[in-house]
C-alpha cells in the first residue's frame, strides 16, 4: 500500500477557508467511507479532527469539514484562525484491517 | 479517561530488536483494536499494526517481516518488537486506540504522548 497524497503546505489569511486534499486510490480512498483527519501541533500526538469522510468528534469546532469525491479526500477549514495553523494528516481505511496515512500538510495562517 | 504511556529505551542498535511497550491507563484492553504508529523526525505518520485483546494482529505489509506485537491483558499492556532496526527506524512512535470497540477504520481519538527511539551505534 501506497501512501495517501498530500500537498505539502497550504496557506491563507485569518478569516478565509482553505481546503486541504487527500488522494488515493480504489483500494483505499476510493474504496471505502474511512478518511479521518489529524491535527499535529510541533512535539505533540496528533489529534482526530474527522473521522468517516465528515464526521467530527466531540469538541472539533464545525469550522472543520470533511467531504471526498472519488479517490480525493478535503479537509475544509473555514474561518481560520491563528491556532489552525499546524500538520494535518490525512488517513484511510484500505482493507483487511489495513490502514494508510497520507504524508501531512502543513498549514499556515498568513 | 483513557490515557496510553509508551515506554521504551530511546536508543536502540543497528540489527538489533526495538521493544516498546504501552500501558493502557483509565480502561481495560477490553475489545479494542489497539495500534502502533511512527513519525520519523520531520516526515509523516506511519501506521505499524493492530492487535486485538486475543492477539490477533494485523501489519503493514511494508514491515510484516520485521514486526511482531503482543497484549498482556493481565497487566493492561500491549508491545510492539521490531527487528534487524535500521537508521531509517528511527522515529517517535506512538500507541493509539479507535474511538470504537471493535472499529479498524483508521480513527484514532486516543493517542500516546510518543517516545522517541533513536537507532545508532
Known amino acids: 500500500q501506497s501512501a495517501l497524497t498530500q500537498p505539502p503546505s497550504a496557506s491563507g489569511p485569518p478569516g478565509q477557508s482553505v481546503t486541504i486534499s487527500c488522494t488515493g486510490t480504489?483500494?483505499?480512498?476510493?474504496?471505502?467511507?474511512?478518511v479521518s483527519w489529524y491535527q499535529q501541533y510541533p512535539g505533540k500526538a496528533p489529534r482526530l479532527m474527522i473521522y468517516?469522510?465528515?464526521k467530527r468528534p466531540s469538541g472539533v469546532p464545525d469550522r472543520f469539514s470533511g467531504s471526498k469525491s472519488g479517490n480525493t479526500a478535503s479537509l475544509t477549514v473555514s474561518g481560520l484562525q491563528v491556532d489552525d495553523e499546524a500538520d494535518y494528516y490525512c488517513?484511510?481505511?484500505?482493507?483487511?484491517?489495513?490502514?494508510?496515512f497520507g504524508g501531512g500538510t502543513k498549514l499556515t495562517v498568513l | 479517561q483513557v490515557q496510553l504511556k509508551e515506554s521504551a529505551p530511546g536508543l536502540v542498535k543497528p540489527s538489533e530488536t526495538l521493544s516498546l511497550t504501552c500501558t493502557v491507563s483509565?480502561?481495560?484492553?477490553?475489545?479494542?483494536?489497539w495500534s502502533w504508529i511512527r513519525q520519523p523526525p520531520g516526515k509523516g505518520l506511519q501506521w505499524i499494526g493492530y492487535?486485538?485483546?486475543?492477539?490477533?494482529?494485523t501489519y503493514n505489509p511494508s514491515l510484516k517481516s520485521r514486526v511482531t506485537m503482543s497484549v498482556d491483558t493481565s497487566k493492561n499492556q500491549f508491545s510492539l518488537q521490531l527487528s534487524s532496526v535500521t537508521a531509517a527506524d528511527t522515529a517517535v512512535y506512538y500507541c493509539a486506540r479507535p474511538r470504537l470497540v471493535g472499529n479498524t477504520s483508521g480513527a484514532f481519538n486516543v493517542w500516546g504522548l510518543g517516545t522517541m527511539v533513536t537507532v545508532s551505534s
Open positions: 468517516e469522510v465528515s
Open positions: 480504489s483500494s483505499d480512498v476510493g474504496a471505502y467511507n474511512y
Open positions: 492487535i486485538y485483546r486475543t492477539g490477533v494482529t
Open positions: 488517513n484511510s481505511y484500505a482493507g483487511y484491517n489495513n490502514v494508510v
Open positions: 483509565g480502561d481495560s484492553i477490553s475489545d479494542y483494536h
